[in-house]
């Protein structure tokens, strides 16, 4: 059967599936754009449950759109400490600011507008227009992907640009016109619960197993082809937590460039050995004592990464250099990096 009829004939099936199946998570209480918009951008890269929490937590701070377009970039990226890729809370303020500005504080109901907004791409577009105002455009992120490529048996690189937008066509041309939001959505909790992409898929619970290429072919385990690998710099970074009294040592990163804005503890771009702790210290116009190797961790960027070590180290004095804040305001007020967080958990 062709690709085509195959995505038409699992329309039916997977949107009954959805309706009787859909898991309770708390943006799908209402269908308020704003909330659909906040649980997708936060869901990007990370995980449903650990966005829970994040979500209620935010909607609590900023109830609406005006609240986001008004806050505070520190109080913002605060509210975002834990869930990494800082730009996306700076663009859904941007976007927050041009709602307010030429929408009169409504988020715009079609596609073609909401693409125009900062931070939101394709996938982004098509679910606020498909979920909340059931407008029939796809969002096609990598449970969608994954459940196409093997519904129809596609070999192709699913990382690959041309074959997403040769999906997310033929999808287009499908598209249930009653039912936009709902398939979407169906596609997108298909391949989040049933057709999983670690381990096997549960083919036995899923609602395409009659019609589906992978499972009749025995291709599930090859199925998708994701080819691109990402390449990453490495680099290496020792940490310290510099203590005087009850207060520990932050700097505010740069204005520009990856985690810019928030604050870290003062590090070096290279991993060095205790004995060499004096010079950096001299370096910072610090004197003091070793105290404690508090730790590795690696930090996975989407293009870096970082190899980190830390030292704890007792100062006699303070700097200039660093902000010296005491430990429950750090924990309270300064947005960290996740990179960071290791670190932090040993003040
Ligand atoms: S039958 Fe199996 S492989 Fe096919 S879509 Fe369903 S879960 Fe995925």
């Not at 998570?25 to 209402?30: G, N, S």
Request: proline share 5%; charged share 30%.
């Amino acid at each position: 059967m062709e690709e085509i009829e195959l995505m038409k004939k699992m329309r039916k099936p997977i949107i009954e599936w959805y309706q009787k199946n859909k898991r309770e998570l708390p943006w799908r209480k209402e269908k308020n754009p704003y909330y659909i918009w906040l649980s997708e951008i936060m869901l990007q890269q990370t995980r449903i449950e650990a966005v829970k929490q994040y979500y209620e937590r935010f909607l609590r701070q900023l109830p609406t759109i005006k609240d986001l377009a008004e806050v505070e970039e520190e109080e913002l990226l605060k509210l975002w400490e834990g869930l990494g890729y800082y730009n996306r809370a700076r663009n859904l303020k941007k976007a927050a600011q041009v709602i307010q500005e030429k929408y009169n504080g409504q988020m715009p109901k079609h596609y073609n507008e909401l693409i125009e907004l900062p931070g939101i791409g394709e996938y982004t577009a098509g679910a606020i227009s498909s979920i909340a105002y059931n407008e029939p455009v796809p969002a096609v992120d990598g449970n969608v992907l994954r459940v196409i490529s093997r519904l129809v048996g596609s070999k192709k690189d699913i990382l690959d640009s041309k074959i997403k937008k040769e999906f997310t066509q033929t999808l287009k041309g499908i598209m249930p016109k009653k039912y936009a939001g709902d398939f979407n959505e169906a596609l997108m909790e298909l391949g989040e619960i049933v057709c999983i992409p670690n381990g096997e898929p549960l083919c036995k619970k899923c609602p395409l197993q009659e019609i589906c290429v992978a499972k009749k072919e025995n291709l599930t385990a090859e199925l998708p082809v994701r080819k691109q690998k990402i390449k990453r710099r490495k680099e290496e970074k020792t940490v310290f937590l510099l203590e005087f009294e009850n207060k520990i040592a932050i700097r505010k990163r740069e204005n520009t460039g990856l985690l810019a804005n928030m604050y870290e503890f003062p590090n070096v771009n290279k991993k060095i050995a205790r004995k060499e702790i004096e010079t950096i210290l001299q370096n910072w116009c610090l004197t003091g004592n070793y105290n404690e190797k508090i730790g590795t961790h690696h930090h996975i960027f989407s293009h870096i990464e970082w190899d980190m070590i830390g030292y704890k180290v007792q100062v006699d004095s303070i700097n200039k250099e660093f902000i010296w804040v005491n430990k429950e305001e750090i924990l309270k007020k300064y947005p960290i990096p996740g990179a960071f967080v290791p670190f932090r958990e040993k003040m």
